[in-house]
């Protein structure tokens, strides 16, 4: 369906940007770490450093850091890396002398350095245009060794709804507080993008509420076709590719796409 817009109408698929900021401390709270033993294995298998590209918290940075691995986390977003800061503070100097924190966008970036392996989980879709996402892909393409893995997923456009509202189950803070979060979902398969509108609302012992943040996320709806023209484009080819973390074959209705990338021939 097109939605026809009346003049004053603010277009709700414009000026979408990733939206973490000044919820980088709850983000944890709600994350979904069934893909981390996937990444660990990917990790023991190519060895180090590791690039972790839109690592956020370092939810998987750290994960491999523990495991022995030195890692490069890059991060655009201040209250994410905040967290991920804080994260390193905290962690035994073994861990500490692995982590590399480094702000900066994905969509362009130089490191000076090539990669065994680089990794970039759930976060890809947050360039929203093609030629964004192309960007990614060439540099991770110039900071892959030449028998590097490029390990990603995505959440088939397909497969995403078109409306939908959700609500989190609340989540104890340490201070006695709960957290919960709610949100909407709206798609627009025409201009393919998706916006997702959050609120995190903390109550008292009592279960007032304290404090609501609100953010707007923004993210692409890439299509099957989208993603096979973006690898090909980018001179990758698929090594293996899955539709979830356990390694059941990708199918159209598949929750996820993920992909195991190496430099093309
Ligand atoms: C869904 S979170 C995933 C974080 C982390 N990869 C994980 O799996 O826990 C998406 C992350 O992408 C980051 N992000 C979005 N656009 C980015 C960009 N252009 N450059 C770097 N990071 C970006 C956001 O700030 C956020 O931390």
Partial sequence: ??????????????NLAPGYEGVGEFYDLFADNSDLSFYIEYANKCG???????????????????????????????????????RLLNSPTAVV???????????????????PLIILPTSFAHALTTEDQLSILKCVYSHLRDDGLFVFDIF???????????????VQLGDSHTVSRSGEIHSDPSKKLMRMDLRYTIRNVTGTIVKVTEGVSGAALIFKSDADYLIEESGFTVEEESGDFEGSPYTPESGRRIFVLRKGD
């Fill in 1 to 14: 369906m097109v939605a026809v817009l009346s003049p004053n109408e603010r277009d709700p698929y414009e």
């Fill in 48 to 86: 180090s450093p590791i690039l972790d590209i839109a690592a956020g918290t370092g939810r998987v940075t750290f994960a491999l850091a523990k495991q022995g691995h030195e890692v490069v986390a890059l991060e655009q977003s201040q209250s994410m890396l905040s967290v991920a800061k804080k």
């Fill in 97 to 115: 002398d692995r982590v590399t924190l480094v702000a900066g966008s994905m969509i362009n970036f130089e490191l000076s350095k090539n990669f």
């Fill in 156 to 170: 088939p456009g397909e497969m995403q709804y078109e409306n939908a509202t959700f609500e989190d189950k609340p």
